[in-house]
């Protein structure tokens, strides 16, 4: 069984900065690709940020790169979004998941994640 279980969410002025985690149970995490998602108010879930199984590749949205950060801790399981420079624009609910094939590499296809947490809402005050 897995759980994935994200944290770090609230609510927070634009121009500020979170670090959400994604703190994962059972045997897979250390060798799947994970992602970060986001579904906001009244829209389709999108992708935000994908990680390989090691950690050394990543894919970023357009709308984030370069405000967002991806990382992971395979040694104590913990998948890490830290987000500076917040927009109203980043309002959502983000979700982490993971890739149902093992030893895979960092995607933006939702389909590819087998996996997903409950979500953590994040609100960006203008």
């Known amino acids: 069984q897995v759980q994935l279980v994200e944290s770090g969410g609230g609510l927070v002025q634009a121009g500020g900065s979170l670090r959400l985690s994604c703190a994962a149970s059972?045997?897979?995490?250390?060798?799947?690709?994970m992602g970060w998602f986001r579904q906001p108010p009244g829209k389709e879930r999108e992708f935000v940020a994908a990680?390989?199984?090691?950690?050394?590749?990543?894919v970023y949205a357009d709308s984030v790169k370069g405000r967002f950060t991806i990382s992971r801790d395979n040694a104590n399981k913990v998948l890490y979004l830290q987000m500076n420079s917040l927009k109203p624009e980043d309002t959502a609910v983000y979700y982490c998941?993971?890739?149902?094939?093992?030893?895979?590499?960092?995607?933006?296809?939702?389909?590819?994640?087998?996996?997903w947490g409950q979500g953590t809402q994040i609100t960006v005050s203008s």
């Open positions: 059972g045997d897979i995490f250390t060798n799947r690709a």
């Open positions: 998941a993971a890739n149902e094939r093992s030893r895979s590499g960092p995607t933006s296809y939702a389909r590819a994640y087998a996996y």
């Open positions: 990680i390989s199984w090691g950690g050394g590749n990543t």
